[in-house]
């Protein structure tokens, strides 16, 4: 479990950096060009207890800087994805069962609300 990996679990705000932009913008007219639509969604991030008020309010920082720089949508808003350290397996990139079943469902909110 993740205890046994000594993982610090802080609230962490996600980055992007502009290389990373401009190749989803790239793959995202590819895509386009072929007769595709790409969509952005939130990964689940990993908290300890409820997410503090400074740290939604980051993350929501975030996600209007992907919205104003990425040229396709943005579907998911972050602060449904955060997750207690209880819902990951051995990483903080691995849910458990439960934490997959709980995304999987905020996921498919996100995709039928476009």
Known sequence: MLDELEIDVGEYCPEISNI???????????I????????????????KEAPSTTFLNELEAFQTQ???QLTCPVISHFSDYCYDEN???DTIYHLTDVGADLRTEQLIKDLRSI
């Open 20 to 30: 990373c932009v401009n190749r989803l913008n790239e793959l995202n007219s590819y």
């Open 32 to 47: 386009q060009e072929r007769g595709a639509s790409m969509v952005i969604a939130a990964y689940p991030i990993i908290v």
């Open 66 to 68: 992907l919205e104003e």
């Open 87 to 89: 819902y990951f397996f």
